[in-house]
């Protein structure tokens, strides 16, 4: 019998094994990451092209810090460059951007760039671009917490839901990892509660339109249950 194709609605991807495809090709990390930022823009447009109505990507992490100071400014430089270049065509395109992490820690360029790409496409009705830089689960809950506090806000499960950086998005009915490794890495603790997890061994960089559609054909054989029977 022919499954039926469900199409998620809140995706989010951890990207990676950027560094490991370009040794491979003898090339440095840098590299990984410039072909990681293509397959962003294709993985993008291909959920767009599915129906699906929200993305996330976790593009650097509050750990990631401990990496070489060259690998970090090189990553941030393609983000900036990113934001800059896509700004036009998603504004066009009707796709909304916008970032979840504590974004004070980047260098005040990349900020710029971000804020800007932000605003321009604040008002955009069609897919949810959310890209989390210096994201970390931990950190985001702590912030949201701290924020009730100083509003004197109580705190339960809605209360922190608006306080979170995805305040107003769905929790991700799928997260997927890419590079064969089989964990969350401080990604979306909180809104992961319900989510289904593909793995998928492909490195970052060979994502493509196809391997959206196995997401998908994966994601439409699971039976979701939320604690109820059936
Ligand atoms: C990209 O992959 C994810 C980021 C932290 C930007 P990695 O840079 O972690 O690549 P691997 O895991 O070392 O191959
Ligand atoms: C997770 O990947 C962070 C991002 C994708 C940005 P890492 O490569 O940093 O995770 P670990 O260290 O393998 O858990
Ligand atoms: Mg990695």
Redesign the pocket.
Known sequence: MQEERKIPTHIAF??????????RRLMP?KF??KM?VEALKRVIDACEKAGVKEVSF????TE?WS?PKD?IDA?LDMVKKFADDELQKYVEKNYRVRFMGELHRLPEVTRTALEKIARASAGNTGIVVNIGLNYGGRDEIVRAVNKLIEEKKPVTVESLNLALDTAGMNDPDVIVR??G?KRLSNFMLWQSAYSEFVYIDD??PDFDAATVERIIAEYSKRQRRFGALQ
Do not use: P, Q
């Open positions: 951890i990207m990676d094994g950027n560094g490991r495809w370009a040794k990390r990984g990451h990681g976790y593009a650097l992490s990631n990496r690998e990553l890419s590079a490794e490195f970052w």
